[in-house]
């Protein structure tokens, strides 16, 4: 039987509205009232559909991308193909070695997974070396209230009665993250993501007065991000663990963080880097002190592909789950959490296909 070819690559900019309880956040100066990623619909000669990812900033250009540069690279190849994306990574390079072209890259990547799953008939985890559990814990991550103590309060007591044992912060203050250690009590894991909020003469008074609540880790401390040198002086001192990865501009560039045990966690974003990239990273910390902790911040076919790592990886981790009330809720119904936890699909590929409503244009940009 001929190898199954792809027939078609489309791209479908996903915008979900949401509300967080309080005003819009800030997004780059603007109130975001909406989160944005892209679906990527991948279909084969035999008909089967794959569903992948990819990190969104403005879905004009991403789907410019994949008309102009992804599509006629991909559209007649085998879609069992292992160097097909590493080629064309590779023959795209001189548009950027990060941003909207890797992370189109990802998107096919992590379709491809699924595509290739479903063809033999088994979950994705199957092909990630086997299911190590049954059920991922997850963590209620909130979005940025600014230091305001009564909001966070509520809004963590919030994920706490909604059956979270896990929180993260997206603050830059230690009145924050004692606001919600007192509304979680002693015990509770707590993570706080500063994005990038200290030059590196900065960062140590703040994380020390941060330790005496007990953060599991600090997440992307320093800016700009890429300053490993100072990172690695950073993380020698500090007395809560680091976490960094959803900034990396290369999957390399994590590995390097790896290989040099420069922090605690890492977080490769499956969307940005694709799920061979976050397999890869998480097999390389297997035996060593640092842990792989995919960045998961948005909700379609990529947050099923990191459930799926943290189902087949060895060493266990929680998948972050953005605690926000969503107009619609994608995979509420097929891949629910219940009481902190999903469980892991069994059905061929990612598990679930994207529902009519993400891709009939309701939810669309």
Not at 65 to 90: M, Q
Not at 137 to 163: E, H, K, P, W
Not at 217 to 234: F, N
Request: aromatic fraction near 6%; glycine fraction near 8%; charge should be negative.
């Amino acid at each position: 039987m001929a190898a199954a070819t792809i027939r078609s690559i489309t791209c479908i900019p996903m915008r979900l509205p949401f509300h967080h309880w309080t005003a819009a956040p800030l997004f780059a100066g603007r109130p975001r009232d909406k989160l944005d990623s892209a679906l990527v619909r991948l279909e084969i000669s035999d008909g089967t559909v794959g569903w992948g990812e990819s990190y969104c900033v403005e879905p004009t250009a991403l789907k410019a991308i994949f008309d102009t540069l992804i599509a006629p690279l991909t559209v007649g190849k085998s879609c069992e193909d292992d160097t097909l994306v590493p080629g064309i990574r590779r023959t795209l390079h001189n548009l950027g070695r990060s941003g909207p072209v890797l992370h189109a890259i990802a998107g096919l990547d992590i379709a491809l997974w699924d595509i290739k799953a479903k063809l033999q008939g088994v979950p994705l985890y199957a092909l990630l070396g086997g299911k190590q559990r049954d059920s991922v814990n997850a963590y209620a991550s909130l979005l940025q209230y600014y230091a305001d103590a009564s909001l966070i309060d509520r809004n963590v007591t919030r994920a706490l009665d909604a059956g979270y044992a896990e929180v993260k912060l997206h603050e830059r203050t230690t009145g924050a993250v004692a606001a919600a250690r007192r509304a979680m009590g002693a015990g509770l894991p707590l993570m706080v993501d500063t994005n990038c909020a200290w030059l590196p003469d900065d960062a140590d008074g703040a994380i020390a007065d941060m330790a005496a609540h007990d953060p599991l880790w600090i997440e992307e401390p320093l800016w700009p991000p890429e300053d490993h040198d100072a990172l690695a002086r950073l993380s020698k001192r500090s007395p809560v663990p680091l976490a960094v990865g959803e900034n990396a501009s290369s999957a390399l560039e994590i590995t390097k963080l790896v290989a040099a045990g420069t922090v605690r966690y890492v977080q490769p974003s499956v969307i940005k880097l694709g799920l061979t990239a976050a397999a890869d990273i998480s097999r390389l910390c297997e035996g060593t002190a640092v842990r792989c902790a995919p960045q998961v911040a948005f909700f379609g076919p990529g947050y099923l592909a990191a459930l799926h790592l943290l189902a087949a990886q060895p060493t266990p981790a929680s998948l972050e789950r953005l605690y926000v009330e969503l107009q619609h809720v994608p995979y509420g119904a097929s891949v629910p959490i219940v009481a902190g936890k999903v469980s892991v699909p069994d059905r061929p590929g990612l598990g679930a296909d994207p529902e009519a409503a993400l891709i009939d244009g309701r939810f669309s940009s």
